[in-house]
């Protein structure tokens, strides 16, 4: 079993930047590929990006390409999102999820874990 915890969410200006964290319980998290997803009024989840289990592997969605950076730090047992040149439609509820395994997945459905979400504003 693994909990997740997100943080770091807000009001930003366009341009601005943030980061979120994703804090995980247990001593497997290592053993985990990491996503981040995110939500926006009216709309499905999304993918946002992956990290594989050492780091050492990510993607990210095309919409957050060269603006957003995953990284994770095991052994702090948490995963980052770092959010540049934010645009407001980057608004949403943004979600970390961890997946067994190596590597991460496009597919939110091959995730087994969530967090609650964290509440992402960029206002115009």
């Known amino acids: 079993q693994v909990q997740l915890v997100e943080s770091g969410g807000g009001l930003v200006q366009a341009g601005g930047s943030l980061r979120l964290s994703c804090a995980a319980s247990?001593?497997?998290?290592?053993?985990?590929?990491m996503g981040w997803f995110r939500q926006a009024p009216g709309k499905e989840r999304e993918f946002v990006g992956f990290i594989g289990y050492s780091g050492g592997r990510t993607n990210y969605a095309d919409s957050v390409k060269g603006r957003f950076t995953i990284s994770r730090d095991n052994a702090k047992n948490t995963v980052y999102l770092q959010m540049n040149s934010l645009k407001p439609e980057d608004t949403a509820v943004y979600y970390c999820?961890?997946?067994?395994?190596?590597?991460?997945?496009?597919?939110?459905?091959?995730?087994?874990?969530w967090g609650q979400g964290t509440q992402v504003t960029v206002s115009s």
């Open positions: 247990g001593r497997t998290f290592s053993s985990y590929a």
């Open positions: 999820a961890a997946r067994g395994g190596l590597y991460g997945s496009t597919l939110e459905d091959s995730y087994d874990y």
